[in-house]
């Protein structure tokens, strides 16, 4: 069964639906310990309550971002780790930490990579009028928010939006897409080769549309 160590900064809501999905049996996967760097964030209760490791690890203490990741490695191997998870996770990592599981560290992102990487991505999408946004879980590397994109959802952009309602809409695509992206990597139906991944599931309706607005008044 897969190890997952997962790394938040705040609500931890991403990582509730990963604890949630391991628990119901949805991903052959654990959360072996969970990793915050921002005291209080309520990221750590939500391990706690489930019985998970919740370990603080303040970036404060450590100047250097590899001396951190350093850091961060050691935790996640003390708790036997193959699959490390950023869910809310607000800090660049460096190539301490991707090599130490290289095509083995996944993030979450709140818009349609490659739309949009960096802060405030829901804000940028609003800013540049897209009628459609969503959410990308990508396999991290050295960029950032650019690496191999094994899951996207996407979301209309309603007229009114504001960026917490947007952030609302595809937060909860989130929570289904991160359990899903988590499944098909530690199941191996998704692989890397360069940039792209190939995926081993449904196709679904090939012509399905997702179109804001819908395409006709009906
Ligand atoms: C999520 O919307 C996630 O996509 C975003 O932070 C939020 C964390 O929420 N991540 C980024 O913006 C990374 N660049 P959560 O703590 O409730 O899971």
């Not at 959360?31 to 915050?36: L, P």
């Not at 209760?45 to 998970?52: I, L, P």
């Not at 490695?73 to 190539?95: K, Q, S, W, Y």
Request: hydrophobic share 45%; with cysteine; aromatic share 2%.
């Amino acid at each position: 069964m897969m190890r997952l160590g997962v790394l938040a900064s705040g609500s931890g809501s991403n990582l509730q639906a990963i604890l949630d999905a391991c628990a119901q049996g949805r991903i052959a996967a654990k959360v072996s310990a969970m990793i915050c760097n921002v005291p209080g964030a309520r990221a750590l209760e939500r391990a706690k309550a489930a019985n998970v490791p919740a370990i603080l690890l303040p970036h404060g203490a450590h100047p250097l971002r590899e001396e951190y990741d350093a850091r961060l490695v050691e935790e996640l191997r003390r708790h036997d780790v193959n699959l490390v998870c950023l869910a809310g996770f607000m800090r660049i990592v460096t190539p301490v930490l991707l090599r130490a599981f290289p095509e083995r560290v996944l993030n979450i992102h709140p818009s349609l990579l490659p739309a949009f990487p960096g802060m405030h991505a829901v804000r940028q999408a609003l800013a540049a009028g897209v009628r459609i946004s969503g959410c990308t879980v990508h396999l991290v590397d050295e960029g950032t928010d650019s690496g191999p994109i094994v899951v996207q959802a996407a979301v209309p952009v309603l007229d009114g939006d504001s960026e917490e309602t947007l952030a609302a809409r595809i937060l909860v695509q989130e929570h289904r897409a991160y359990p899903r992206a988590i499944d098909l990597v530690a199941s191996g139906r998704a692989t890397a080769a360069g940039r792209k991944v190939s995926v081993r599931a449904t196709v679904g309706d090939p012509a399905r549309t997702i179109a804001s607005p819908p395409l006709d008044d009906g």
